[in-house]
């Protein structure tokens, strides 16, 4: 009797393909000519979205075109997805999707035929790469203007072009270097959505390299910490902003200096800044601290005009690791 | 599912780049180039000498009276060197942008950071080239031996020059090649195909300028090194068995050519990279 009940339906978007850390980086060092960009980087990539945050010359590109085999460290080694990139950087790269900084494209050609063209360079097949093309295009917001030279693509068209071309292939890992820079306000939300969808709803490994704070505290669920070509600090995002205790915004009426010495003999850490405002971090996870605060200035008989909760933001974690606070 | 959610599905097919990409890359070059009308027509005035030697055969193999026009191996050279003139213009059509174009819209990184090596980037240019190079070359050239043998009706004069396939072969492959790397390796240095285009000229005709006018002074032919044209020349004279031209030495101009084309590789594998490094 032939079986007639209902062939299982597949996940099209199952939880995870890679289950180890996406990307290792072990006492990596990389120069150019006498400068150090990277210096014995040690990081570790969790699957799922990653923020490689830092200021501008902190090493993120660097690191990333590192990974791509771009680069030679002068020591270290790194795996992506569990292969060695000294060993295996074409298999890596037949596995990755990377959306570089600047603009890039490859000229002469319209999108749909660019990201194909991206799609069998990646091994797909000719077929396959044009309706990946199609669907992919509509995906980014750009199924209008499929046909449209891209020399005439303006800055944010570029930016999705590009997002378009590294996920064709259905990578299992992306790279994404500032994916929103020289984009509009709505152009750059539309980005940022795309990018927490496809690392959340599609489940598409990501590292997302950006000096911007929000577009990395939207998009990613673990952060990376880059300065000065080292890593401050990483952790999930939740856990570094929630772990440390809170930060008061107090602005006193009395001697300033004195409370801020009182304050610090109580053990508390204290920042002056350029303004009357002083910032209390007040360690621990209890709602005690604006009262110890209140009771402090009282016992000092100091008039507090000023006391604001600051919600710890990826802001706080990144000025801490980079000893900015 | 909403619409917006089946934008990005999984891929579920078979994935075979490593190794396979620079086919990729030559096929998509070669289609873009013939898409090209005026591209086309030059490619076909590229087989006027060819139509015209055709006829020159056929009339020759017919009518005894033109007997003198009946081809010999020197013919074939002198075909080859007739079409030495559209090997440049395609050279500088074709290739000037090759990577000029790229290094301008920042696609080195683009290609790089697919399952493909800087070698693999740089055959696969070279191969639109050289396939181009090769059908205004060694195509009409072993097409005019076989006419010959199709319109005498007899193998005889293959027979007796058998030397001529292997000479055709070196001798086109010696032209192709050293037009085609040394075109690659400038448009390897420079954003502009424009700029790319007038220094691949300026290379062949300030070098010849050159030889010729140490000739002019010296009175001896020997500089010819001077020159890849030249050399060129040279080369071809010997592998047809023909007396040199000049007084250089067939080695030496065997030298200037392999070296100009090992030079250009070695220029190649050097500019071709994901990441432009300023130290």
Known sequence: MPDLSPAPVQDPFPPERFTGPVVVADHLSVRYGKNVALNDVTALFPPGAVGLLGPNGAGKSTLLKSLLGFLVPEKGSMKVLGLDVAAAPLEIRERIGYMPESDAHIPGMNAVSFVAYCGQLS???????????????????????????????????????????????????????????????????????????????????????????????????????????????????????GTHGRVFEMRIKGDQQRFIEVLRAEGYEVHDTDEDVVRVFVPGSSDTGAKALFGLAARERVQVRHLRPSIPTLEDVFARAVGEV | MPIHDQGYRRYLGSRSAIGRSWQVMTRTGVMSMVSKRQFIGLMLFAWAPFVVRAVQI?????????????????????????????????????????????????????????????????????????????????????????????????L??????????????????????????????????????????????????????????????????????LSPGASLEQLGDVIFRLPPRYTMSPAIAAVTVFVLIAGSLWILMRRVRGVEIVT
Request: proline share 3%; charged share 15%; aromatic share 12%.
């Open chain 1, 123 to 241: 091994g797909l097949p000719a077929t396959d790469a044009m309706q990946r093309a199609h669907e992919v295009l509509y995906y980014v917001g750009l199924g209008e203007a499929r046909y449209r030279n891209l020399e005439t693509y303006s800055t944010g068209m570029k930016q999705r072009i590009k997002l378009a071309q590294a996920i064709v292939h259905d990578p299992d890992l992306l790279f994404l270097d500032e994916p929103t820079n020289g984009m509009d306000p709505k152009g750059r939300d539309e980005m940022l959505e795309l990018i927490h969808d496809l690392g959340h709803k599609k489940n598409v490994n990501l590292i997302l390299s950006s000096h911007l704070l929000p577009d990395v505290e939207y998009t990613c669920d673990y952060v990376v910490v880059m300065d000065k070509g080292t890593v401050a600090t990483h952790g999930p995002i939740e856990a570094l902003k």
């Open chain 2, 58 to 154: 056929y009339v020759s193999a017919t009518f005894t009276q033109a007997s003198f026009l009946a081809p010999k191996g020197e013919t074939f050279r002198e075909f080859l060197d007739q079409q030495g003139a559209f090997v440049f213009f395609v050279t500088i059509w074709v290739g000037a942008g090759l990577i000029a174009n790229d290094r301008r819209a920042n696609a080195l990184q683009l290609y790089l950071s697919k399952p493909m090596t800087s070698a693999e980037y740089i055959a696969g240019k070279l191969a639109i080239l050289f396939l181009f190079l090769v059908s205004v070359t060694f195509l009409p050239a072993m097409m005019l031996l076989l006419t010959q043998a199709i319109f005498a009706g007899s």
């Open chain 2, 156 to 225: 005889t004069f293959i027979r007796n020059n058998l030397y001529l396939f292997p000479a055709i072969t070196l001798f086109s492959l010696a032209q192709v090649l050293l037009a085609s790397t040394t075109m690659l390796a400038l448009s390897s240095m420079s954003k502009s195909a424009r700029f790319v285009s007038v220094m691949y000229a300026g290379l062949f005709f300030f070098t010849t300028a050159l030889f010729n006018a140490l000739r002019g002074i010296t009175g001896r032919s020997s500089f010819a090194w």
